[in-house]
Protein backbone atom coordinates (compact mmCIF):
# COMPACT_ATOMS: atom_id res chain seq x y z
CA UNK A 1 0.00 0.00 0.00
CA UNK A 2 1.93 3.44 -0.75
CA UNK A 3 2.26 5.30 2.07
CA UNK A 4 0.22 8.32 1.56
CA UNK A 5 -2.92 5.99 1.92
CA UNK A 6 -1.84 4.11 4.83
CA UNK A 7 -4.34 5.58 7.67
CA UNK A 8 -7.16 6.99 5.16
CA UNK A 9 -10.53 5.40 6.57
CA UNK A 10 -12.56 6.37 3.59
CA UNK A 11 -10.28 5.87 0.67
CA UNK A 12 -12.59 4.38 -2.30
CA UNK A 13 -10.46 2.20 -5.16
CA UNK A 14 -11.73 2.60 -8.59
CA UNK A 15 -10.67 0.56 -11.47
CA UNK A 16 -12.33 -0.23 -14.68
CA UNK A 17 -11.98 -3.12 -17.68
CA UNK A 18 -13.12 -3.24 -21.13
CA UNK A 19 -11.01 -0.81 -22.72
CA UNK A 20 -9.49 -3.59 -25.24
CA UNK A 21 -12.80 -5.72 -26.19
CA UNK A 22 -14.81 -4.83 -29.84
CA UNK A 23 -17.94 -4.93 -27.75
CA UNK A 24 -19.58 -4.32 -24.90
CA UNK A 25 -19.46 -1.94 -22.32
CA UNK A 26 -16.55 -0.50 -20.50
CA UNK A 27 -17.22 -1.29 -16.85
CA UNK A 28 -16.24 0.06 -13.34
CA UNK A 29 -16.25 0.17 -9.56
CA UNK A 30 -15.15 1.90 -6.84
CA UNK A 31 -14.49 0.00 -3.52
CA UNK A 32 -14.78 1.62 -0.10
CA UNK A 33 -13.10 -1.22 2.25
CA UNK A 34 -13.27 -1.47 5.56
CA UNK A 35 -10.74 -1.79 8.07
CA UNK A 36 -12.16 -3.26 10.70
CA UNK A 37 -13.67 -6.03 8.41
CA UNK A 38 -10.32 -7.07 5.90
CA UNK A 39 -10.33 -9.26 2.92
CA UNK A 40 -7.97 -12.00 2.70
CA UNK A 41 -6.29 -12.06 -0.59
CA UNK A 42 -7.38 -9.41 -2.82
CA UNK A 43 -4.94 -8.88 -5.60
CA UNK A 44 -5.14 -7.86 -9.30
CA UNK A 45 -8.32 -9.36 -10.63
CA UNK A 46 -6.50 -10.65 -13.53
CA UNK A 47 -4.04 -13.22 -11.34
CA UNK A 48 -7.19 -14.44 -9.39
CA UNK A 49 -8.80 -17.99 -10.94
CA UNK A 50 -12.30 -17.63 -11.77
CA UNK A 51 -13.49 -19.34 -8.83
CA UNK A 52 -11.74 -17.44 -6.64
CA UNK A 53 -13.07 -14.19 -8.00
CA UNK A 54 -16.50 -15.47 -7.66
CA UNK A 55 -15.97 -15.62 -3.91
CA UNK A 56 -14.56 -12.66 -3.42
CA UNK A 57 -16.77 -10.76 -5.75
CA UNK A 58 -19.56 -11.67 -2.72
CA UNK A 59 -17.27 -11.28 -0.14
CA UNK A 60 -16.36 -7.51 -1.08
CA UNK A 61 -20.15 -6.49 -1.53
CA UNK A 62 -20.79 -8.14 1.87
CA UNK A 63 -17.86 -6.42 3.89
CA UNK A 64 -17.32 -3.63 2.09
CA UNK A 65 -18.56 0.22 3.64
CA UNK A 66 -19.76 1.19 0.32
CA UNK A 67 -19.15 -0.24 -3.55
CA UNK A 68 -20.73 0.70 -6.93
CA UNK A 69 -20.70 -0.75 -10.45
CA UNK A 70 -20.89 1.63 -13.50
CA UNK A 71 -20.78 1.60 -17.01
CA UNK A 72 -20.36 3.16 -20.08
CA UNK A 73 -22.68 2.18 -23.15
CA UNK A 74 -20.81 1.02 -26.43
CA UNK A 75 -23.25 4.38 -28.18
CA UNK A 76 -21.10 6.17 -25.25
CA UNK A 77 -17.88 4.78 -25.78
CA UNK A 78 -18.18 5.24 -29.76
CA UNK A 79 -19.50 9.49 -28.94
CA UNK A 80 -16.67 10.25 -26.59
CA UNK A 81 -13.98 7.59 -27.10
CA UNK A 82 -13.01 4.82 -25.51
CA UNK A 83 -10.71 6.84 -22.60
CA UNK A 84 -13.53 9.81 -21.94
CA UNK A 85 -16.39 6.74 -21.84
CA UNK A 86 -14.36 5.11 -18.81
CA UNK A 87 -13.41 8.46 -17.38
CA UNK A 88 -17.28 8.98 -17.38
CA UNK A 89 -17.63 5.29 -15.93
CA UNK A 90 -15.56 5.68 -13.53
CA UNK A 91 -16.97 9.18 -12.11
CA UNK A 92 -20.41 7.09 -12.59
CA UNK A 93 -18.99 4.36 -9.99
CA UNK A 94 -17.69 7.06 -7.24
CA UNK A 95 -20.81 9.00 -7.38
CA UNK A 96 -22.56 5.73 -6.86
CA UNK A 97 -21.35 4.91 -3.30
CA UNK A 98 -23.17 5.09 -0.61
CA UNK A 99 -20.72 7.13 1.56
CA UNK A 100 -18.91 10.24 0.08
CA UNK A 101 -15.10 8.96 0.39
CA UNK A 102 -12.64 11.05 1.41
CA UNK A 103 -10.44 10.55 -1.33
CA UNK A 104 -10.15 8.59 -4.31
CA UNK A 105 -7.35 5.92 -5.88
CA UNK A 106 -7.58 5.23 -9.38
CA UNK A 107 -5.55 2.67 -11.25
CA UNK A 108 -3.41 3.66 -13.91
CA UNK A 109 -2.08 7.21 -14.57
CA UNK A 110 -5.12 9.29 -15.33
CA UNK A 111 -8.20 10.50 -13.09
CA UNK A 112 -11.57 11.60 -14.26
CA UNK A 113 -12.39 14.98 -12.56
CA UNK A 114 -13.91 14.35 -8.95
CA UNK A 115 -15.43 16.37 -6.23
CA UNK A 116 -13.23 15.14 -4.05
CA UNK A 117 -8.86 14.31 -4.24
CA UNK A 118 -8.01 11.99 -6.46
CA UNK A 119 -4.50 10.38 -7.29
CA UNK A 120 -3.88 7.62 -9.64
CA UNK A 121 -1.57 5.14 -8.76
CA UNK A 122 0.09 2.96 -11.76
CA UNK A 123 -0.09 -0.74 -10.96
CA UNK A 124 -2.57 0.41 -8.90
CA UNK A 125 -4.79 -3.21 -8.70
CA UNK A 126 -1.77 -4.43 -7.27
CA UNK A 127 -0.67 -1.84 -4.86
CA UNK A 128 -3.84 -0.55 -3.46
CA UNK A 129 -6.32 -3.40 -2.06
CA UNK A 130 -9.63 -1.05 -2.70
CA UNK A 131 -8.22 -1.04 -6.40
CA UNK A 132 -8.00 -4.32 -6.04
CA UNK A 133 -11.05 -4.97 -5.10
CA UNK A 134 -13.08 -3.08 -7.65
CA UNK A 135 -10.75 -4.74 -9.89
CA UNK A 136 -12.70 -7.77 -9.19
CA UNK A 137 -16.28 -6.62 -8.76
CA UNK A 138 -15.79 -4.68 -12.38
CA UNK A 139 -14.13 -8.03 -13.83
CA UNK A 140 -16.68 -10.30 -12.59
CA UNK A 141 -19.68 -8.10 -13.97
CA UNK A 142 -18.31 -8.01 -17.05
CA UNK A 143 -17.57 -11.56 -17.83
CA UNK A 144 -21.27 -12.30 -16.57
CA UNK A 145 -22.28 -9.99 -19.07
CA UNK A 146 -20.35 -11.65 -21.81
CA UNK A 147 -21.79 -14.53 -20.93
CA UNK A 148 -25.46 -12.98 -21.30
CA UNK A 149 -24.39 -11.50 -24.67
CA UNK A 150 -22.84 -14.94 -25.74
CA UNK A 151 -26.21 -16.48 -25.03
CA UNK A 152 -28.42 -14.00 -27.14
CA UNK A 153 -25.53 -13.64 -29.71
CA UNK A 154 -24.57 -17.10 -30.71
CA UNK A 155 -21.10 -17.84 -32.85
CA UNK A 156 -19.08 -14.99 -31.62
CA UNK A 157 -17.55 -16.73 -28.85
CA UNK A 158 -17.82 -13.94 -26.81
CA UNK A 159 -18.21 -16.15 -23.61
CA UNK A 160 -14.58 -17.65 -24.47
CA UNK A 161 -12.78 -14.22 -25.21
CA UNK A 162 -15.32 -11.79 -23.30
CA UNK A 163 -14.90 -9.35 -26.69
CA UNK A 164 -11.61 -9.24 -27.18
CA UNK A 165 -10.14 -9.04 -30.43
CA UNK A 166 -8.62 -12.41 -30.91
CA UNK A 167 -7.80 -14.18 -34.12
CA UNK A 168 -10.79 -16.45 -33.65
CA UNK A 169 -12.93 -13.21 -32.97
CA UNK A 170 -12.15 -11.50 -35.99
CA UNK A 171 -12.90 -14.31 -38.09
CA UNK A 172 -16.21 -14.72 -36.16
CA UNK A 173 -16.86 -10.81 -36.72
CA UNK A 174 -16.16 -11.07 -40.38
CA UNK A 175 -18.43 -14.48 -41.12
CA UNK A 176 -21.42 -13.10 -38.64
CA UNK A 177 -21.18 -9.51 -39.02
CA UNK A 178 -21.60 -7.02 -36.61
CA UNK A 179 -24.16 -6.92 -34.55
CA UNK A 180 -25.59 -3.70 -32.17
CA UNK A 181 -23.06 -4.55 -29.10
CA UNK A 182 -20.24 -3.76 -31.33
CA UNK A 183 -17.89 -0.77 -30.58
CA UNK A 184 -18.19 1.26 -34.50
CA UNK A 185 -15.12 2.95 -33.73
CA UNK A 186 -12.68 0.33 -33.22
CA UNK A 187 -10.93 -0.40 -36.18
CA UNK A 188 -11.50 -3.92 -37.26
CA UNK A 189 -15.50 -3.38 -36.66
CA UNK A 190 -14.65 0.10 -38.60
CA UNK A 191 -13.10 -1.82 -41.37
CA UNK A 192 -15.64 -4.28 -42.06
CA UNK A 193 -18.46 -1.52 -42.27
CA UNK A 194 -16.63 0.46 -44.65
CA UNK A 195 -15.78 -2.61 -46.79
CA UNK A 196 -19.60 -4.20 -46.23
Not at 66 to 81: G, K, P, Y
Not at 138 to 166: N, W
Request: hydrophobic share 45%.
Amino acid sequence: MPPEFANERLLAGVDEVGRGPLCGAAVTAAVILDPDNPIEGLKDSKKLSEKRRDALFDEIREKALAWSIARAEVSEIDQLNILHATMLAMQRAVAGLSLTPARVAIDGNRCPKLPMPALAVVKGDSRVPAIAAASILAKVSRDREMLELDAQYPGYGLAGHKGYPTAAHLEALERLGVTPIYRRSFGPVRRLLENA
